[in-house]
């Protein structure tokens, strides 16, 4: 089934190109169904290729999805077209009133900064808050992973002595079956991108959280509370194949001599073509999130939501 958007996204074209159903909004009105709905918080600079590549992950499930998208009005992107936002983004007093399926909150490029110190950090607390009781499920993703548990539940975020970046193996952590891992081998692999850490000492004293997924080389890769209400995970599934060799050279242009990704270029050479390792482990994430903690679990009135705890 389609991922339903707003007529002429610029994504669309390109999904469409690689033979994904993307279905404009006029056509979908036409569905005498009722779709999962979904807000994307998209906090990254370049909000086209974030909303790409999101909507690309979500979009390999029989379900009919209708993406709404977010942006922080507090901030002004300089990366993104101001008509570009406001012919295909909205603001939190626009959406304030309505009730989600699920939520993604992507990541952003301020982790060297205390949380406090982001302009759109009152915003972000705000719509977090209303998450609870207007979103069934939330999926943070990387520093928006590390908001999340900072705001909801005090975990701090640590900056780490030199970037982590690069492609990573990662296992299961807890011993029981998890359905958002199910389908997933028993190492599987993972981009990350980052400047800073959370601890895994800090989770384990939380009877409020689980880990559910880690890496030997960096650290802590999901985490949920006990019911799949929230979910973080501090990686990039939804990265293209390019997105870190891109990221290495925007770097590397500005002058910050930055390390080569790990695991990355064959041979570690960045004239090299990266080789794509994680694309079923991306599918199977956001299918099993939609299918098992979005789609089995919210009511058919959204408005009937449970609070989350």
């Known amino acids: 089934m389609p991922i339903r958007v707003q007529n002429n996204l610029p994504a669309t074209q390109i999904l469409e190109s690689e033979h994904i159903f993307i279905m404009p909004e006029d056509r979908a009105f036409k569905q005498d169904i009722r779709p999962l709905r979904i807000l994307i918080l998209n906090l990254m600079p370049n909000k086209v290729a974030t909303e790409t590549q999101l909507l690309r992950a979500l979009s390999n499930s029989p379900l009919q999805v209708d993406i709404d998208l977010l942006y922080t009005c507090s901030h002004t992107p300089k990366n993104t077209a101001i008509d570009h936002l406001t012919k295909f983004y909205e603001t939190f007093d626009s959406v304030k009133n309505r009730y989600y399926d699920g939520m993604i909150i992507t990541g952003a490029p301020v982790e060297n900064m205390d949380f406090e110190e982001v302009d759109y950090w009152p915003e972000l607390e ?162 099993n999130w939609l299918n098992y903690y979005v789609y089995q679990e919210t009511p058919f009135d959204l408005s009937l939501l449970p609070p989350a705890e």
């Open 126 to 287: 705000e719509i977090m808050n209303w998450s609870k009781s207007h979103v069934y499920s939330t999926l943070h993703i990387c520093w928006g992973a590390q908001a999340g548990l900072y705001y909801h539940y005090g975990v701090p975020k640590y900056p780490l002595e030199s970037k982590v970046s690069g492609i990573f193996a990662h296992s299961m952590t807890y011993t029981k079956p998890v359905k958002l891992f199910r389908g997933f081998d028993d190492i599987f692999y993972i981009p990350h991108s980052r400047h800073t850490e959370i601890r895994k000492e800090d989770l384990l004293g939380n009877d409020k959280l689980r880990i559910l997924s880690e890496s030997e080389e960096c650290g802590v890769y999901a985490v949920s509370d006990l019911k799949g209400r929230q979910i973080f995970i501090t990686g990039h599934s939804e990265y293209d194949v390019g997105t870190l060799r891109d990221e290495y050279y925007r770097d590397l242009s500005k002058g910050m001599n930055p390390e080569i990704p790990q695991n990355y270029f064959p041979e570690d050479d960045p004239t090299k073509m990266p080789i794509m390792n994680w694309r079923s482990s991306s599918t199977l994430l956001f299918t």
